[in-house]
């Protein structure tokens, strides 16, 4: 035995698998790895697309259904007599009113006030 640390049993570039200073290689050649990360991105921003294709849809489909709810309901305000007044702000404990869409609320409040002009 000599004097000096020991020596270990590879050289650093079998561990490294390559020359020192390169990075080492995962078992494939670097165009096969990055062909590998594109497709993974492709995969990933298609996954998205898809994602907010399907919350657009349940927009429409929400906009369509409460767009249905405006039209009855304005169908059936002019299905009211003109002989009644015009409806009367709801008071504050109206739960029918407390679960109205913001629109569908002032179209039964406001609007047909600004209708009559007063």
Known sequence: ??????????????????PPGTLPQCGQPPTAN??????????HQHLQHQQQQQQLQHMIAQNQQRQQ????MQQSQQ???PSQPA???PSQADPQMQRLPIRAYLDQTVVPILLDGT
């Open 69 to 72: 709810q405006l039209t009855s």
């Open 1 to 18: 035995m000599e004097g000096g640390p020991p020596q270990p049993p590879h050289p650093p570039q079998a561990v490294m698998g390559g």
């Open 79 to 81: 299905a009211v007599p």
């Open 87 to 89: 409806q009367q702000a």
């Open 34 to 43: 990055l062909q590998h990360l594109q497709h993974q991105q492709q995969q």
